[in-house]
């Protein structure tokens, strides 16, 4: 197999991140500029400042990504780039910045989708586990990935035929995301963001059961969903309704004052740590946190699974942002243990954004010489087939 080093590029939210991928089985270097700093006094993404952000940390990003590959503008077999979905300013600075250096070297540009580059993350992890421990574990198919994140939510049928994988999409949110909903949820408590790690670390002070929140019902099929032409099940989600409900609890209890007096404490502390949460966190905000997330990660974890068994799935991928997520891991390494189903998370450090997984899920393209146009453009709502 024609083995290739392949330089990808991800920008399509508030990360800018660039990687080297030897054959899309071994990351040779993976370097990210987080935004978080920038976004945190507004409490979430601000598209307009993430391209900014984007325009000033592009160059350095990819140039430390060479060097700690060792590796050379010149001596890269191809360049990979996120094209979609994601935020459309933030992803034509990618885009731009790719097609640049592809025609100034005459190498082959490789679009990849951003949530097949989250399947890949898994992918990758895994046959670097049998690179070092000398095992050749086969992986059954189909597989069932869920990908889950701050802007995504949604169900992947996969199969690989002859080296290529092929998706077909049996579930996505109807509204927010889950990682969505925990920045919502935070913001909303004054816990700052991002949401997602902070309320994970929190949950665990609080008590799961001491808010009851019902599970969200979906009655009939989504009518703007046009993903796939087959009339199989469906496994959608929806997670505007638990935020509406923490608010109307919120409202009902009096937290008001609590909350903006939390705020106000945190915003003082430069990098709060637990211990500051813990200080300024009340008891009936632990047990509200607690229960959120709790109801949460049974909808995703339930839903999964209910979807797993209608399409025999044999191997279960659980990735993106919110995969870090504790309670996570640990209900579906239980759950789907209890189904003789083997779930596979990526490291916590590529389950957020990532130019590596961009790079990995390159390769079979480059591979079958399935090449970008330089007319290509971002596409903010790329949806996979």
Request: hydrophobic share 40%; with cysteine; glycine share 8%.
């Amino acid at each position: 197999m024609l083995g290739a080093y392949i330089l990808g590029i991800e920008s399509s939210c508030d990360e800018t991140a660039a990687s080297v991928v030897y054959s899309g089985e071994r990351m040779v270097s993976n370097v990210i500029f987080s935004q978080i700093a920038a976004h945190q006094p507004y409490g979430g993404v601000v598209p307009e400042l993430a391209s900014r952000e984007h325009l000033k940390a592009i160059v350095p990003v990819v140039r430390q990504a060479l060097a700690d590959a060792g590796q050379t503008y010149q001596s890269i077999d191809a360049l990979a780039v996120t094209q979609g979905p994601g935020l459309a300013g933030a992803l034509l600075v990618g885009i731009g910045y790719a097609k640049a250096l592809a025609f100034a070297l005459d190498k082959p540009l490789i679009a990849v989708n951003h949530l097949e580059g989250h399947i890949h993350a898994v992918l990758l992890e895994e046959r670097q586990k049998e690179e070092r421990q000398k095992n050749n574990r086969e992986m059954n198919f189909p597989v069932l990935a869920l990908v889950v994140s701050g802007g995504h939510t949604h169900l992947y049928l996969a199969e690989q035929r002859d080296g290529n994988w092929s998706y077909r999409n049996i579930g996505h949110t109807r509204d927010d995301a889950a990682g969505e909903a925990f920045d919502k949820v935070a913001k909303l408590l004054g816990l700052g963001y991002p949401g997602g790690p902070i309320i994970d670390r929190l949950s665990t002070h609080g008590d799961p059961t001491a808010v009851k929140f019902p599970p969200a019902q979906l009655k009939h099929r989504d009518r703007k969903d046009k993903s796939d032409g087959s009339e199989g099940p469906r496994f959608d989600f929806s997670y505007s309704g638990i935020k509406t409900a923490v608010l109307r609890y919120v409202e009902v209890h009096e937290m008001r004052a609590s909350i903006e007096a939390r705020r106000k404490a945190l915003s003082t502390i430069e990098k709060p740590g637990l211990e500051d949460y813990l200080l300024h966190t009340d008891r009936k905000t632990l047990d509200l946190v607690a229960s959120f997330q709790r109801a949460l990660v049974s909808d995703l974890v339930m839903k999964t699974l209910a979807a797993a068994r209608a399409c025999n799935a044999a191997t279960l991928f659980v990735t993106g942002g919110v995969a870090a997520n504790n309670e996570l891991r640990q209900r579906f390494e239980q759950d789907a243990a209890m189904e003789g189903l083997p779930v596979y998370f990526p490291s916590r450090p590529l389950s957020t954004d990532n130019a590596a997984m961009i790079a990995a899920a390159a390769y079979p393209k480059f591979l079958s010489g399935e090449f970008a146009p330089m007319d290509f453009s971002a596409e903010a709502g790329l949806a996979r087939r």
